[in-house]
């Protein structure tokens, strides 16, 4: 689908026709979402935008921004969590959109309808005073920034992940609980590839290189980059939380093996002796004058089942006292 819109500083117009509204007076937003590729080659040729710009909005693609005769083209991803079978098996998904910020017009792609554009677009539609006044590459700011703004949200998510699985590690081992950890690890790899190409794209922006980019904007991009900053660190403490959470959980898994092995030590030390005895008297020898005496004594079985019995319980004791049990 198409959309397009004309403002002014007190107007705005929503037109059907691109040619009309390129060629009306004031800032012009055309937005293409979910769109076939004729109707993107058509606003393309419409707008001078090379055809391998709109094929890096049409394919997955690394953020970036790349400056033109006439035009600067950025692209971004967003980023949300896709819920799985449990409250941690979540996924980041992303989609991209591409922005075209002309003098004084804005093309953005995607692949379908976005709510940070979407809001956008609805405040310009509202009269936003800000946005009509202040040109596309101040929209095109509001679009990026509500995409960085979701990052925060994304964040908040994994960090309260990250909490609840730190309590269920401290409750034991759990090979569930690895997995869940895992899947958190791999979610924070996902939002860094997100966001150090996005920091350099926006770093573009804010440093006003491209024409495009009025003076009285950049102070905005330099917001948004620091917001990038900010999350590039909150990232990098949160993959050291997660770190952090797994050495936790595998030198418990490796504490409970421990316990596990010093109570068969301990079982098979007790057992040991009783083994010795039982072993020695199995032998049975009798008949002359150096077999066992015991094998012809009416108290002998008890005797010698009750100095195992003694035997066990001295160990038992001794144990305990040495803490061993």
């Known amino acids: 689908m198409i959309d397009s819109?004309?403002?002014?500083?007190?107007?705005?117009?929503?037109?059907?026709?691109?040619?009309?509204?390129?060629?009306?007076?004031?800032?012009?937003?055309?937005?293409?979402?979910?769109?076939?590729?004729?109707?993107?080659?058509?606003?393309?040729?419409?707008?001078?935008?090379?055809?391998?710009?709109?094929?890096?909005?049409?394919?997955?693609?690394?953020?970036?921004?790349?400056?033109?005769?006439?035009?600067?083209?950025?692209?971004?991803?967003?980023?949300?969590?896709?819920?799985?079978?449990?409250?941690?098996?979540?996924?980041?998904?992303?989609?991209?959109?591409?922005?075209?910020?002309?003098?004084?017009?804005?093309?953005?792609?995607?692949?379908?309808?976005l709510p940070e554009v979407q809001s956008v677009w609805d405040s310009i539609d509202a009269g936003n005073s800000r946005l009509l006044t202040l040109g596309p590459d101040f929209t095109a700011y509001r679009v990026i920034d509500g995409v960085v703004d979701d990052y925060f949200a994304v964040l908040d998510q994994i960090g309260g992940m990250i909490e609840d699985i730190e309590t269920l590690v401290l409750d034991g081992p759990d090979p569930d609980v690895l997995e869940d950890l895992n899947a958190v690890r791999r979610d924070l790899l996902s939002i860094r590839k997100l966001l150090w190409p996005t920091r350099e794209a926006v770093g573009v922006l804010a440093r006003g290189d491209p024409e495009q980019v009025n003076e009285r904007t950049e102070k905005y991009y330099r917001d948004v980059y620091d917001h990038l900053v900010q999350l590039v660190d909150l990232t990098e403490t949160y993959r050291d939380l997660a770190s952090g959470t797994r050495d936790i959980y595998l030198n418990t898994l490796s504490q409970s093996t421990n316990e596990v092995m010093k109570t068969l030590t301990v079982v098979a030390t007790i057992l040991l002796p009783l083994t010795f005895i039982v072993g020695v008297y199995g032998m049975n020898f009798d008949g002359g004058p150096f077999n066992m005496p015991e094998l012809g004594w009416t108290l002998g079985y008890p005797a010698v089942m009750g100095g195992m019995g003694i035997v066990s319980l001295v160990m038992v004791l001794y144990f305990r006292s040495e803490g061993w049990l």
């Open 5 to 113: 819109i004309v403002y002014t500083e007190s107007t705005v117009e929503t037109y059907d026709d691109v040619e009309a509204a390129r060629d009306a007076e004031g800032s012009t937003w055309v937005r293409v979402w979910d769109a076939n590729r004729t109707e993107l080659d058509a606003v393309a040729e419409r707008f001078g935008i090379h055809p391998l710009s709109v094929e890096d909005v049409v394919h997955d693609v690394r953020p970036k921004t790349e400056e033109f005769p006439t035009h600067t083209f950025v692209l971004v991803k967003t980023a949300h969590l896709r819920s799985g079978d449990t409250s941690f098996e979540e996924e980041v998904g992303s989609e991209q959109v591409g922005l075209f910020v002309g003098d004084d017009w804005l093309v953005t792609m995607s692949t379908s309808t």
